[in-house]
Nanobody
């Protein structure tokens, strides 16, 4: 059983910062690319940022220069540092990985966390 568990969401004022974490648990051998997506009420789930196992990052235009994605492969964890937050950043943020190799070996594809709410409001 492999799980992704997000944490770090909450309520913050415009211009503030939050740091999200997503930890993968289980008998993990290797994790592929990891990413953050978000979904606001009534809207589709959109890409925020992704990072490869080697550390190459990609960002949505709307968050470039404000958000930073990083990962700690030893801890099987990916982070999202969010600065200069805006009300339009309000959404449920989901962690994703495209591939996890677990003991066996077996491979699990396209795993999602349960989501963490981020609300930006004064």
């Amino acid at each position: 059983q492999v799980q992704l568990v997000e944490s770090g969401g909450g309520l913050v004022q415009p211009g503030g910062s939050l740091r999200l974490s997503c930890a993968a648990s289980g008998s993990i051998v290797n994790i592929g690319a990891m990413g953050w997506y978000r979904q606001a009420p009534g809207r589709q789930r959109d890409l925020v940022a992704t990072i490869t196992s080697g550390g190459s990052a990609n960002y949505a235009d709307s968050v470039k220069g404000r958000f930073t994605i990083s990962r700690d492969n030893a801890k099987n964890t990916v982070y999202l540092q969010m600065n200069s937050l805006k009300p339009e950043d309000t959404a449920v943020y989901y962690c994703n990985t495209d591939r996890v190799v677990i003991a066996g070996p077996r491979v699990r594809y396209d795993l999602w966390g349960q989501g963490t709410q981020v609300t930006v409001s004064s």
